[in-house]
RNA sequence: GCGGGAGUAGCUCAGUGGUAGAGCGUCACCUUGCCAAGGUGAAUGUCGUGGGUUCAAAUCCCAUCUCCCGCUCCA
């Protein structure tokens, strides 16, 4: 991963004391030392988060047709990882070159280097691993290694009193896997039809060897994701005739049957990037990286992550996987229940062609396949039952974490000025510029001074009317200035002042977070400039 | 987990064996007619934690936890 240098001046330590003398983020536990990995959200992240997740969910299902969302359990059958990969390929065996300090993969240097690690299964079931004679460290030539010591980065549990073998069970190292346990579910009582999508937002939990880089590594966060089910090509081609080819000038603003995976990948990138946009992350700071064929994982066709120019460097916000029919596939195998889906439009198509037509388009798919380095068998296994209506959906996956987001946003948001005070003295404003969307408190509200009531219960009065829409904060402690001020620096974009005048006319000054300019607004216009700064309209 | 650096008030830090400090912030009261004004007062630390050396430890020694940088991994 690249090193680069993020535009952003702000430098973690930075940000991170203002996080927590503001009440953003904490460590979590710490009066007792606190816990590496873990972090825990103070008021206003709590409520910066909460409007992430807000703001995704209406995006990703209340404002499409075509997404239903889910909410499913953290600990799950133990066979789910299994069928999924991550009980064999989460337990990394590793070491370390005593002479040189580096750490490898010991696997990968065996590999390397022609030898194969030992595995050893032990009569309690746990696996032992040995590197075998001769393999050298990639660095200084030593072969003086530490033992292998298998890194598993799945939290482990017992379900039940007793702690045995039989009742382990994990924590979800990712959400995805419940999406597609429950896939036959959620289409059976939602209504939908391929293509569709299901959404899910939660926690997942990795024992990562080094969390790292503020709350961006942690050993628990939440992911928001979802999982967009589409048909296999060869399907949109019986029912469509062919495959849409994606060209720089495809018209990706509404779905059309024709699309292939390639299409609805590309169609969910720019959704993404789009909504990245939407909720304030500049587009120079959003970084699209195409994976390269080598660095995919075997059951990816195309992956795509949405990086951010962290001040720590490019890193991953979101990737964008078309994970084709693999995840469904090795659920269907492994629990022995059917997840195929019948499509009617598709069995409507086939029922148009021939005996010949439908023999030519199965030795077309098998050589396809053949030359894909897939055997042609399946091929025509496969198209026995697209004939029949049949097929196991593709899968197309918008993946973020919430909590990288959060990091992101903070520290897009975090900016220092220079102004002069008006006897020309410098001074440093610290100020949030988060997204009116995103910003955990919307609007303050200030008496100009506390020590006449008037302004004060006036002040009070618009507070309390606002608040059940809006989260609005009051304030009557201290000089105007100042508090402007602290409003800056936890990103409230707007404050309104009640004054004399107010008590006259029922206007406020009505002053902007960024420009620091001031005007004159009705009270009974509140609640539509609060709303239009919402929706984006200014 | 390994190697390097660091932990003193909410934050930034001073304090190198002899009674725990500063600035900012926070809170209260006064003051204040719009951008961190001023005044008075207050709260907050068993100096990361545990043990040891010493008449005496924030300071020296050991262990441990956490944070930062690198290896590894990823949403």
Request: charged letters at 30%; a negative charge; proline letters at 4%.
């Amino acid at each position: 991963m690249s090193n680069t240098s993020s535009p952003s001046t702000v430098s973690m330590e930075t940000l991170a004391a203002l996080c927590k003398r503001r009440g953003f983020i904490f460590q979590s536990s710490e009066i007792y030392g606190g816990i590496n990995g873990f972090w825990d959200y103070g008021p206003l992240g709590a409520e910066l988060k909460r409007n992430v997740r807000g703001l995704w969910w209406r995006e990703m299902t209340r404002e499409r047709e075509d997404v239903v969302g889910l909410d499913a359990t953290i600990i799950m059958h133990p066979s789910i990882w299994k069928a999924s990969g991550h009980l064999d390929t989460f337990a990394d065996p590793m070491v370390d070159c005593k002479s040189c300090k580096s750490r490898w993969r010991a696997d990968q240097i065996a590999e390397e280097q022609g030898k194969k690690i030992e595995i050893e299964i032990t009569e309690d079931g746990k696996k032992h691993y040995k590197m075998p004679a001769g393999v050298k460290c990639p660095k200084c030539g030593s072969a003086n290694f530490t033992e292998v010591r298998p890194f598993n980065l799945m939290f482990a549990t017992h379900v039940g009193p007793i702690e045995s073998d039989d009742n382990k069970a994990y924590l979800r190292p990712e959400t995805a896997q419940a999406i597609f346990v429950q896939f036959k579910n959620v289409l059976d009582t939602s209504r939908q039809k391929v293509p569709f999508g299901i959404c899910q937002i939660g926690k997942a939990f990795r024992n990562e060897v080094t969390p790292r880089n503020y709350t961006f590594r942690s050993r628990e966060f939440e992911q928001m994701e979802l999982q967009f089910f589409i048909r296999p090509d060869e399907a949109v081609e019986l029912i469509c005739g062919h495959v849409a080819q994606l060209t720089p000038d495809t018209d990706l603003s509404e779905p059309h049957a024709d699309w292939g995976w390639e299409i609805w990948h590309k169609y969910w990138v720019e959704k993404r990037l789009a909504w990245y946009r939407s909720i304030g992350l500049p587009k120079a700071s959003l970084v699209e990286y195409w994976q390269a064929k080598d660095e995919l994982a075997h059951y990816a066709r195309a992956c795509v992550d949405i990086q951010f120019a962290f001040p720590f460097g490019i890193q991953e916000l979101e990737g964008i996987a078309a994970r084709s029919d693999y995840d469904l596939t090795q659920h269907h195998i492994h629990s022995g229940k059917s997840q195929e889906v019948f499509d009617d439009e598709l069995k409507a198509a086939v029922a148009k062609l021939d005996d010949a037509a439908r023999t030519a388009f199965a030795d077309k798919v098998a050589a396809d396949w053949q030359a894909a380095g897939k055997s042609p068998e399946a091929a025509h296994t496969f198209c026995a039952k697209l004939f029949d209506g049949r097929y196991i959906p593709h899968d197309i996956e918008p993946s973020a974490g919430v909590d990288r987001l959060v990091l992101a946003l903070l520290s897009d948001a975090y900016c220092e000025e220079k102004i002069a005070d008006d006897k020309g003295k410098e001074e440093t404003r610290v100020v949030m510029r988060f997204n009116p969307k995103v910003a955990p408190i919307k609007l303050a509200i200030f008496p100009l001074l506390k020590n006449r009531p008037e302004l004060v219960a006036k002040a009070r009065e618009i507070y309390l009317s606002l608040r059940s829409r809006w989260n609005v904060f009051y304030d009557e402690s201290g000089a105007i200035g100042r508090r402007y001020r602290r409003q800056d620096e936890i990103g409230t974009p707007f404050g309104v002042t009640v004054d004399f005048q107010t008590l006259e006319d029922n206007t406020v000054t009505w002053r902007d977070r960024d420009t620091m300019k001031q005007e004159r607004v009705a009270i009974s216009e509140l609640a539509t400039r609060l709303q239009n700064a919402e929706t984006g309209k200014q």
